[in-house]
């Protein structure tokens, strides 16, 4: 059978309830299977007498969409451009800062910059991106960090986070993660991955893999990597792979060395690892201006 067939057999399907086969009409509103999505039913009680013979099916294909969603390349990274030169962001957090005042994250090429402008016309210091003043006490970047968080900002609620992680309080810390992963930050899912491990709360395997995915998805370089590491562990080398290369495309280093060993071994074919290697020559490139380059050379001084 062709695909335009299958197609065609697909669509038919939806039409009607898989277990009673009812039309769907004016009065009759039929819902789908939210795992699958391919089948639909006039009522429970219909799903319910139909889960027996469906429930096989039903599973591969979910995990079918899954797959699709999860093995999906990312545009970029979780960290996108930096709000005042455009350009992507470095995955090294050394190469960039957080603006407790209006939860941006500035390149450090840009903070450097305007610190020099500043420092020339004797001007107070205030954020490079929204002017505020510079706080000028750690009571202070709370109290900003704060307003953000009453704000409903994820970025503040994972800064407040790791504040009160390293403060000893994984209580409060563990409250804000999960506040700011249910409005989607890929940067609060990693950090409750980690919590999962066994870090100040119980360890939950499937809660880990699942907050890990959910990062990966959101554009987490190193959530991604460290999926790959776990089919690695489970020897699924050939979604670890994958993984793999969908972090080195997007410029992590770690996962391009993990693919040349592969390649080595031949379990990546000469094309795919020349296509991650000159994705994440693209995406380490892409993040690099002279402003970023003197500001690494004034660090080093």
């Known amino acids: 059978m062709s695909t335009k067939n299958l197609e065609e057999q697909a669509a038919n399907m939806m039409m009607f309830c898989a277990s009673c086969g009812t039309a769907e009409v004016d009065d009759i509103k039929l819902k789908t299977c939210t795992a699958c999505k391919s089948v639909r039913y006039c009522s429970i009680a219909c799903q319910r007498e139909h889960r027996p013979q469906h429930k096989r099916a039903c599973k591969k294909r979910a995990a079918e969409l899954h797959d699709e969603i999860l093995f999906k390349q990312p545009e970029s990274s979780y960290l996108g451009d ?60 709370i109290k900003n960090v ?114 040349k060993v592969c390649f080595r071994g031949g379990l990546v074919s000469k094309e795919d690892f020349a296509a991650a290697l000159r994705a994440h020559q693209a995406a380490v490139e892409a993040t690099k201006s002279p402003q970023r380059e003197a500001a690494e050379e004034a660090q080093k001084k």
């Open 146 to 259: 704060m307003k953000r968080v009453k704000a409903n900002d994820p970025v503040a609620m994972v800064q407040m986070s790791l504040r009160r992680k390293e403060a000893g309080d994984y209580v409060t810390a563990f409250r804000y993660l999960s506040k700011a992963a249910e409005l989607g930050d890929a940067g609060a899912h990693f950090e409750l991955s980690i919590f999962y491990e066994g870090q100040c709360v119980e360890k939950d395997v499937k809660k880990e893999l699942y907050h890990l995915e959910q990062a990966a998805i959101g554009g987490d370089a190193i959530a991604r990597y460290n999926l790959g590491c776990e089919e690695e562990e489970n020897d699924m080398m050939d979604r670890a792979i994958k993984h793999w290369i969908i972090a080195a495309k997007l410029g992590h280093d770690d996962s391009l060395d993990n693919l």
């Open 82 to 141: 930096c709000p005042i030169c455009f350009l992507p962001m470095s995955l090294d957090p050394e190469k960039s800062i957080m603006m407790t005042c209006c939860s941006k994250l500035i390149c450090h090429g840009c903070v450097h910059s305007y610190e020099l402008r500043i420092f020339q016309a004797k001007l107070g210091r205030t954020c490079p991106f929204c002017r505020h003043p510079a706080p000028k006490s750690e009571e202070e970047e």
